[in-house]
């Protein structure tokens, strides 16, 4: 079955291919439908592969499909890696995906029918490029699906493209990610330089031979490069403002496409970074600070969308704490159970907005609990689910993430705890805004509230579902022994990082007290959220002192605004009107305008009349002969 990997991102291309080069002839139906099976039809494929993966002593495979960069010193096949990793990730982002597409269907009705079939285009090249990122089988194939989620991002946050605001957030995803993938390029390059290669297969091998302070140094350019994708400190400020694309998008570049394409690409590198000195501290330090920064922000922001885009990079840095921390497993595990809830919670916030009319201030929701029953009731289970209540999804990876942060440090731990507790009041105050209390909104949004169609309630429910279960997949050893799944099945992708890692073992009596007393103080907060939230009445009243500073994001865009943005357009301004204008075309228009008045000037010479010509003739005759005479 192995052999037919190369179907999988097939298909979603094929489903580009058709919807792109059709949206102007294809009815809304077809496109909507053929978009949604190209993504089910790589789903299906992806289960049967990952049915033969999940059989013990399965050992990687590769599956080159031509030969893609082949010199004398070089050669880059196009070829695709199955494994226990590779695999876990098809079944996320086919899954999830399609998911996203079906609801896509009903949620983007009302779309023109050649604005409809090129969202499905777009959706089916995002699904295809991190399918290409996650399979590829050297680092150059997993950057040309880098670089292809990249692409897409930019044009589906730009999708409605005639509002200048969402053209400006578009771009604004591009730059930045162009910045976090020029420090991937240059890891590229420099493995090559080292290896002579971009294979897995024969990097990894020769890692434990090379000296430290090269493998620091491509780390460090790899992490560059996820700080990007994955809206890490500094470059995190991208991923709120790609809101502005619809809401299925947001959903797909949150839970199953581009923003866990980090937590890959460093959990596909485990090696590199475990036997990197000083790397894996920055990493941790780095989403820890990135996980407490967006926690305070989502505690004060009102758009619905914009509270999960700042959890989304909250989470994010618990992730790659874990990655820091060495809890590869815990890592990946948060990135699956992440993928449902958030998907979940996203998909939730478009059926609210579905019903508000495109409302997307909670300050004007309230109320919403007994007209969206379904809505209501998945939305809460994805809020449990991320705040990190038992026996829910996120209570399982989270924890896993912080006893490995424990282990590391207890410092890590104890800041990673209050990233979770900020989770859990910043999630309920939105739950609570959001359905409970008297309605806020106008009379006519009211008289026109009703449940989404089944094309957007069916996913929530199945999104739900996950949310609930996917957590009992890695149960830890203080539960039950040999009962964490996720591990077995992971350990021969982490393996060599395992047997290079210090054991730290903590003792079931610790780790139960602290599971106890983190549960018990979210649950404190959530309560607590639920009361002061629960019956909110619009004041009218703006934010103030340190809410104020936490409503405006920590004024980090208007910081870059002032030290980045201004300066360089102010260079950029110089560049045109001093250099370019006064230097550069002042020396070629001289030049031209000094030839022209010199031919005007020669030209008299040429008079026509035979008698100057005469005179020419004995003058030059006379200074050729001065010349030799004096000459000599």
Known sequence: MTKLTYLIPLFPLIGFLVNGLGRRVLPKSFSGAFGSLTVLASFILSVLIFMEVRVDGFTAQQIRLFSFINTASLNIPFAFQIDQLSSLFLLIITGVGFLIHVYSTAYMSNEGSDHYARYFAYLNLFVFSMLLLVLGANYVIMFIGWEGVGLCSYLLIGYWFKNGDYNNAAKKAFVMNRIGDLGFLLAVFWMIGQFGTTNFSDIFPRANDTAPAVLTGITLLLFVGATGKSAQIPLYTWLPDAMAGPTPVSALIHAATMVTAGIY??????????????????????????SILAATIAIQQN?????????????????????????????????????????????????????????????????????????????????IAIAGIPPFSGFFSKDEILMGAFAHSPVLYFIGTFSALLTAFYMFRLYAMTFLGTFRGTHEQEHHLHESPAAITIPLVILALLAVVAGFLGIPEVFAKDAHWLQHFLAPVFADSTARQEAHAISHNTEYAMMGGTVLAILVIMFYALKKFGAYTKTGEEASGFAKLLANKWYVDEIYEAVISRPLRGLSVFFNNVIERSAIDGIVNGTGKFIQYSSRQLRWLQSGQVGSYILIMVVATVVFFIIQIFGK
């Open 303 to 383: 758009d619905i969308k914009k509270v999960l885009a700042y959890s989304t990079v909250s989470q994010l840095g618990l992730m790659f704490l874990g990655l820091g921390v060495g809890a590869y497993t815990g890592a990946v595990f948060h990135v699956m159970t992440h993928a449902f809830f958030k998907a979940l919670l996203f998909l939730g916030a478009g059926s609210v907005i579905h019903a508000m009319h495109h409302e997307q201030d909670i300050r004007n929701m309230g109320g919403l609990k007994k007209h969206l029953p379904v809505t209501h009731l998945t939305f809460l289970i994805g809020c």
């Open 265 to 290: 690409m460093i959990a596909r590198s485990n090696i590199l970074y475990t036997l990197a000195p000083v790397t894996p501290s920055i990493v941790a330090v780095i989403g820890l600070a990135t």
